[in-house]
């Protein structure tokens, strides 16, 4: 099954990953960041695993893979690192992008390890992914407040560099700041808004997620984005 069946088609899919990922930086046309992450978190997950599994066996194809796949596994993980980059330096960290980031750690932790000790890293995988799995409960770098924590901050500067909130209070302004920073402070507002169980900082109030309360207190309307997406949006390499 492995040696005939899945380390080829496993091969197959890695020949077309790259050759569909070079496609993309070389035209530049990327995809949602969603779809990237599900499809490069499933390949490089799933190759691990299978990367396991096939520890023992000695067939040519199945040696040929293990040597293989780590270095694979780095190049699709450098990829979407930079679509992670992009990603945050548009909107900051919200849910969605650490529920990508923490598989993103664990692959290239276990693509390092099998590199360097091969079948001797099964172990340390293991302990990378409960360690991992721990901190994504563990309070004040959990999923959901460390999220709200980044976007706090960062709609904190917004509105301190805005004169919007000054000394701990927010005032409205009179004149509306570009619309790449009202995009950027209502998807923040938004984020925060509908975050649930999390400290958020004294100076915000969930009434700000209307329309009429945003404008009031903050003193210019809201401007939703075409899309939150910063990879597809044309972020890739611009």
Known sequence: LFNY???PIVLALTVVLFLWAGKTVLTN???SFTRLASIATTFTIGG?????MVTEHTVGLAKFY???YPITALVILAFEAWALFVQLNKWG???EEYM???PWI???VASVLLLAIKEKAHVPIVVAFCALAIVAVFPFVDYRSMPVRAQSSRLERLLVDQGVLVDGKLQPVTKAPSNAVRESVTVAVDFLANAHDVKLPSWFNKDLSGDAEFKKVLGFEKKWPVSQDAVSDGGGLN
Do not use: D, E
């Not at 691990?48 to 396991?52: P, T």
């Open 5 to 7: 069946i899945l380390i």
């Open 29 to 31: 046309s990327w995809p």
């Open 48 to 52: 691990i695993l299978l990367h396991i």
């Open 66 to 68: 293990k040597r293989a």
């Open 93 to 95: 960290l919200k849910t």
């Open 100 to 102: 990508f980031g923490l």
């Open 106 to 108: 664990f692959a290239l």
